[in-house]
């Protein structure tokens, strides 16, 4: 089965920066999209970033200019660099990895990492 697994987060100062991996294994013939939400507490879910089959981007107009998402497709991992972090972007984050399984090749299911938290506090 396939499986996705988050790394990378912790606790930095404001101004500081940190790198989120999340990679899927499994039997995965192709991977599609990709991305990252953020669940911060007492506030709805959002999302970040998101990267397609093809390298487009798009990010939160929060993150822009300080978030880069990228992706390694001959690993299946998708990457979240985070620099000039602020307070406001503590939270727990969540991959996506959306993938062409072997066993269901006519569409694409989304799988979701185990979230890692992130606290920017000085």
């Known amino acids: 089965q396939v499986q996705v697994v988050e790394s990378g987060g912790g606790m930095v100062q404001p101004g500081g920066s940190l790198r989120l991996s999340c990679a899927a294994s499994g039997p995965i013939i192709r991977v599609v999209d990709m991305g990252w939400d953020r669940q911060a507490p007492r506030k709805q879910r959002e999302l970040v970033a998101t990267?397609?089959?093809?390298?487009?981007?798009n990010a939160a107009d929060s993150v822009k200019g300080r978030f880069t998402i990228s992706r390694d497709n001959a690993k299946n991992t998708v990457y979240l660099q985070m620099n000039s972090l602020k307070p406001e972007d503590t939270a727990v984050y969540y991959c996506?990895?959306?993938?062409?399984?072997?066993?269901?090749?006519?569409?694409?299911?989304?799988?979701w990492g185990q979230g890692t938290q992130v606290t920017v506090s000085s």
């Open positions: 990267i397609g089959s093809g390298g487009n981007t």
């Open positions: 996506y990895i959306d993938v062409v399984r072997a066993d269901a090749t006519y569409t694409a299911f989304r799988y």
